[in-house]
């Protein structure tokens, strides 16, 4: 996200125990968001894309299942 905002796409066909990490190793999330888009699945448990905006943000989502979808695994 140096230039410009950027949307990254979860898998379609995600399995229980699959894990996707994000990290801003730029700095540059709150000038440039990230969108994760949810392709389907929730996040969080919620059926809506995750934005992401803060500075040198790291963190893993691992999927859980159906309802739940993808949730923080760790996030720092």
């Known amino acids: 996200t140096n230039t410009n905002p950027i949307t990254i796409t979860l898998p ?3 399995a229980t125990g699959d894990e996707v ?4 190793g730029k700095g ?7 969108t994760v ?5 929730n ?7 995750l934005t992401v905006s803060t500075n040198g ?3 893993t989502l691992v999927y859980l299942n159906a309802t739940r979808g993808w949730a923080y695994k760790d996030k720092i």
């Open 21 to 24: 990490t994000i990290i801003d």
């Open 57 to 59: 943000t790291a963190f």
């Open 28 to 34: 540059s999330f709150n000038t440039n968001n990230l």
């Open 37 to 41: 888009n949810r392709n389907g699945s």
């Open 12 to 14: 379609a066909s995600a």
């Open 43 to 49: 996040i969080n448990g919620a059926a809506s894309n």
